[in-house]
C-alpha cells in the first residue's frame, strides 16, 4: 500500500471511531477506544493489508462492478517520482529525482518530527533537575506497588501538577507544592501514575506521536491524535475508580478540579495528570461503573467489525484465477493441478497493471510480475491490450515516438537487460507511456490529438527468456489473443483479470 492509501484507510477508520465514540463514550468500557485507536495506529504505519470479504473496499468494488462505473487505474503516484526504468520502446520521460508532493510530505515530516523532538528534550532537560522525594507514605507505597522496571518518585519546582515520564526506567514527577500529608490524594495520584506506566502509556504516546508526523496532512489523524491522548486519560480514571471503590468517585473528581487548575505546559511524551477536556473526564468518572455483559458483547462486536470491516482491504474476486485457467495454467507441470498443488508449482505472474502519471501529467502503464520460477528471467515478450471503460477496444498509437507506426488494438513489445531473480517480484518505477494529446502539449501532434481514454490494459507473456539460456513459450498466447485483441470485454472482466498465472514447464 502507499502512504496515500494507508492515510485514506485509516482516515475511513477513524470516521467509524469517531462515531461510536459520539453514541457510546460512556456506556462502553475505555479501553474499548484505546484498542480502536490502536487499530488505527497500525493501519497508518503498516504498509500491509489483509484482504477481507467483509471489507468496505469489498462492498465498494461490488457496487462499482454492478453499475459499470468506477474504472480501475487513475491514480497518481504521490509519494514518489516514477521515472521510466525500460530502454527501447518505453518513452524516457525527463522527471525530477524528488517530486514536488514528497518534497512537501518530507518536509511537514521533519518539521513536526523535529517540532516533538524538541519538546520532549526541552521536558527533559527541566525534568533532570528535579529532586528525590524523602516520604514515608511514597517510599511505602512504592514497595507494595513492585514493578519490573524501577520506579522512582521524584519533585519538580517547573511543574504544577503530577505527571509521568520515561519508559524503561519510569519517573513519577509531583510538584514541590504537593501536600504530603493528603496521603488520600497522595494515594489517587500515584495509582493513577502507576496504571500509566504498567500500560507503556509514554511509549504509547511516542507511537502515536510518530503516526502524527507521518500523516500530518491528513487533518483526521490531528483528531485521532488529540482523542487518542484524552481516552488513554479517560481508560485510566476508569480504573482508578474501580480500583478505588464507587465511593472514590466524588472525592477524585473534586481532586481532578484542583488538580485541572494547575495544568502544566505543552508535554507531548509525558502522562500528565491535569490534562484537557476536565469535563469530559468528570462525566466519566460519575458515570463510571462496572460494565453489563452487553456493554462488553458490545465492545467485543466494535472491535470485530472495525479490524474485519474498516482495517482490511478488498478480497480477490473469488473467479479471477479460474476465469484464465484455459489459458494458463493447463500447461507443463501444472496440468490438472488445482489449489495449493498449482500455487507450489512454478510459476509467473501478472500480479496486475496500472494506469498512472509521471508529474507532468504524461500516463503510463505500470505493470508488476511475479517470477515463481527456479530461474532468473532476462527477457521477455509480450502483447498489451487497452480498453476504455465501458470494455470497448482501443486502437492506439503504442510506439508514438516512431511516426512511421500506426494505431492498433495491439502491441507486441521485447524487453531485454532484465534481472528478475527467482521469487522476486518486480516493481519498477515508470512504465510503458501512452500518448495523450491533451496532456502532451509540447509533444507533436499524432493523429487527431486525441485524449487518453485508456481505462483497462490486459497483458500477456508470450515469450520468456531465462539466465541459464532456456525459453519458456507460452502455448495458449493464440488462443489469448483471439478470444481478447479488437473484441469488447465486460468491465467486470476486466476489473478481475489480473492477477494473471501462467504456469511455467
Given at each position: 500500500?502507499?502512504?496515500?492509501?494507508?492515510?485514506?484507510?485509516?482516515?475511513?477508520?477513524?470516521?467509524?471511531?469517531?462515531?461510536?465514540?459520539?453514541?457510546?463514550?460512556?456506556?462502553?468500557?475505555?479501553?474499548?477506544?484505546?484498542?480502536?485507536?490502536?487499530?488505527?495506529?497500525?493501519?497508518?504505519?503498516?504498509?500491509?493489508?489483509?484482504?477481507?470479504?467483509?471489507?468496505?473496499?469489498?462492498?465498494?468494488?461490488?457496487?462499482?462492478?454492478?453499475?459499470?462505473?468506477?474504472?480501475?487505474?487513475?491514480?497518481?503516484?504521490?509519494?514518489?517520482?516514477?521515472?521510466?526504468?525500460?530502454?527501447?520502446?518505453?518513452?524516457?520521460?525527463?522527471?525530477?529525482?524528488?517530486?514536488?508532493?514528497?518534497?512537501?510530505?518530507?518536509?511537514?515530516?521533519?518539521?513536526?518530527?523535529?517540532?516533538?523532538?524538541?519538546?520532549?528534550?526541552?521536558?527533559?532537560?527541566?525534568?533532570?533537575?528535579?529532586?528525590?522525594?524523602?516520604?514515608?507514605?511514597?517510599?511505602?507505597?512504592?514497595?507494595?506497588?513492585?514493578?519490573?522496571?524501577?520506579?522512582?518518585?521524584?519533585?519538580?519546582?517547573?511543574?504544577?501538577?503530577?505527571?509521568?515520564?520515561?519508559?524503561?526506567?519510569?519517573?513519577?514527577?509531583?510538584?514541590?507544592?504537593?501536600?504530603?500529608?493528603?496521603?488520600?490524594?497522595?494515594?489517587?495520584?500515584?495509582?493513577?501514575?502507576?496504571?500509566?506506566?504498567?500500560?507503556?502509556?509514554?511509549?504509547?504516546?511516542?507511537?502515536?506521536?510518530?503516526?502524527?508526523?507521518?500523516?500530518?496532512?491528513?487533518?483526521?489523524?490531528?483528531?485521532?491524535?488529540?482523542?487518542?491522548?484524552?481516552?488513554?486519560?479517560?481508560?485510566?480514571?476508569?480504573?482508578?475508580?474501580?480500583?478505588?471503590?464507587?465511593?472514590?468517585?466524588?472525592?477524585?473528581?473534586?481532586?481532578?478540579?484542583?488538580?485541572?487548575?494547575?495544568?502544566?505546559?505543552?508535554?507531548?511524551?509525558?502522562?500528565?495528570?491535569?490534562?484537557?477536556?476536565?469535563?469530559?473526564?468528570?462525566?466519566?468518572?460519575?458515570?463510571?461503573?462496572?460494565?453489563?455483559?452487553?456493554?462488553?458483547?458490545?465492545?467485543?462486536?466494535?472491535?470485530?467489525?472495525?479490524?474485519?470491516?474498516?482495517?482490511?482491504?478488498?478480497?480477490?474476486?473469488?473467479?479471477?484465477?479460474?476465469?484464465?485457467?484455459?489459458?494458463?495454467?493447463?500447461?507443463?507441470?501444472?496440468?490438472?493441478?488445482?489449489?495449493?498443488?498449482?500455487?507450489?508449482?512454478?510459476?509467473?505472474?501478472?500480479?496486475?497493471?496500472?494506469?498512472?502519471?509521471?508529474?507532468?501529467?504524461?500516463?503510463?502503464?505500470?505493470?508488476?510480475?511475479?517470477?515463481?520460477?527456479?530461474?532468473?528471467?532476462?527477457?521477455?515478450?509480450?502483447?498489451?491490450?487497452?480498453?476504455?471503460?465501458?470494455?470497448?477496444?482501443?486502437?492506439?498509437?503504442?510506439?508514438?515516438?516512431?511516426?512511421?507506426?500506426?494505431?492498433?488494438?495491439?502491441?507486441?513489445?521485447?524487453?531485454?537487460?532484465?534481472?528478475?531473480?527467482?521469487?522476486?517480484?518486480?516493481?519498477?518505477?515508470?512504465?510503458?507511456?501512452?500518448?495523450?494529446?491533451e496532456a502532451m502539449e509540447n509533444w507533436p501532434v499524432i493523429g487527431n490529438g486525441e485524449r487518453n481514454q485508456v481505462a483497462y490494459s490486459l497483458f500477456c507473456l508470450k515469450q520468456v527468456v531465462f539466465e541459464d539460456g532456456s525459453t519458456w513459450n507460452n502455448p495458449h498466447y493464440s488462443?489469448?489473443?483471439?478470444?481478447?485483441?479488437?473484441?469488447?470485454?465486460?468491465?467486470?472482466?476486466?476489473?478481475?483479470?489480473?492477477?494473471?498465472?501462467?504456469?511455467?514447464?
Open positions: 500500500m502507499s502512504l496515500l492509501q494507508m492515510s485514506i484507510s485509516g482516515a475511513v477508520l477513524i470516521l467509524f471511531i469517531l462515531f461510536i465514540r459520539a453514541v457510546a463514550v460512556n456506556r462502553l468500557p475505555k479501553r474499548t477506544f484505546l484498542i480502536l485507536w490502536w487499530i488505527t495506529i497500525l493501519r497508518l504505519l503498516i504498509p500491509v493489508s489483509v484482504p477481507s470479504a467483509l471489507s468496505v473496499y469489498s462492498f465498494l468494488e461490488r457496487t462499482a462492478a454492478h453499475s459499470g462505473q468506477t474504472p480501475i487505474g487513475n491514480v497518481m503516484a504521490m509519494m514518489q517520482g516514477e521515472t521510466p526504468a525500460f530502454t527501447g520502446e518505453l518513452l524516457n520521460v525527463p522527471v525530477s529525482p524528488i517530486s514536488a508532493p514528497f518534497a512537501i510530505w518530507l518536509a511537514g515530516t521533519l518539521f513536526f518530527a523535529a517540532f516533538f523532538s524538541i519538546s520532549y528534550l526541552r521536558c527533559r532537560l527541566e525534568f533532570s533537575m528535579s529532586l528525590p522525594v524523602q516520604n514515608v507514605f511514597a517510599e511505602k507505597w512504592l514497595k507494595d506497588h513492585p514493578l519490573t522496571r524501577s520506579i522512582s518518585i521524584r519533585q519538580s519546582d517547573r511543574i504544577f501538577a503530577p505527571l509521568t515520564y520515561g519508559i524503561l526506567q519510569p519517573v513519577i514527577l509531583m510538584p514541590k507544592t504537593t501536600n504530603w500529608k493528603d496521603t488520600r490524594q497522595l494515594q489517587y495520584i500515584f495509582l493513577y501514575e502507576y496504571i500509566h506506566i504498567r500500560r507503556f502509556d509514554a511509549a504509547a504516546k511516542l507511537i502515536a506521536a510518530f503516526a502524527l508526523c507521518v500523516h500530518w496532512f491528513n487533518p483526521l489523524v490531528w483528531g485521532m491524535y488529540l482523542l487518542f491522548n484524552r481516552d488513554m486519560e479517560l481508560a485510566c480514571d476508569e480504573s482508578v475508580v474501580r480500583l478505588s471503590g464507587e465511593t472514590a468517585k466524588k472525592d477524585y473528581a473534586l481532586m481532578l478540579i484542583h488538580m485541572e487548575a494547575k495544568k502544566s505546559g505543552f508535554m507531548p511524551f509525558c502522562n500528565e495528570f491535569s490534562k484537557n477536556a476536565v469535563e469530559e473526564r468528570i462525566t466519566a468518572i460519575m458515570k463510571t461503573k462496572r460494565p453489563p455483559m452487553a456493554a462488553i458483547l458490545i465492545s467485543c462486536l466494535t472491535v470485530f467489525a472495525a479490524i474485519s470491516i474498516f482495517a482490511t482491504s478488498a478480497a480477490a474476486p473469488p473467479n479471477t484465477a479460474a476465469s484464465h485457467t484455459p489459458f494458463a495454467t493447463e500447461t507443463g507441470t501444472d496440468k490438472g493441478k488445482t489449489g495449493a498443488d498449482a500455487e507450489n508449482s512454478m510459476s509467473i505472474i501478472h500480479e496486475s497493471v496500472e494506469l498512472l502519471y509521471y508529474e507532468n501529467g504524461w500516463p503510463y502503464l505500470h505493470d508488476i510480475l511475479t517470477n515463481n520460477t527456479d530461474r532468473t528471467i532476462t527477457e521477455m515478450e509480450y502483447c498489451m491490450l487497452a480498453y476504455d471503460e465501458h470494455g470497448t477496444p482501443l486502437k492506439l498509437y503504442w510506439n508514438f515516438f516512431d511516426s512511421s507506426q500506426e494505431q492498433s488494438y495491439d502491441y507486441l513489445a521485447r524487453i531485454d537487460g532484465l534481472r528478475i531473480a527467482p521469487h522476486e517480484t518486480a516493481d519498477y518505477h515508470g512504465g510503458w507511456s501512452l500518448y495523450d494529446g488462443q489469448w489473443f483471439e478470444t481478447y485483441a479488437g473484441k469488447e470485454v465486460r468491465p467486470e472482466e476486466l476489473r478481475n483479470y489480473y492477477p494473471y498465472r501462467y504456469g511455467i514447464e
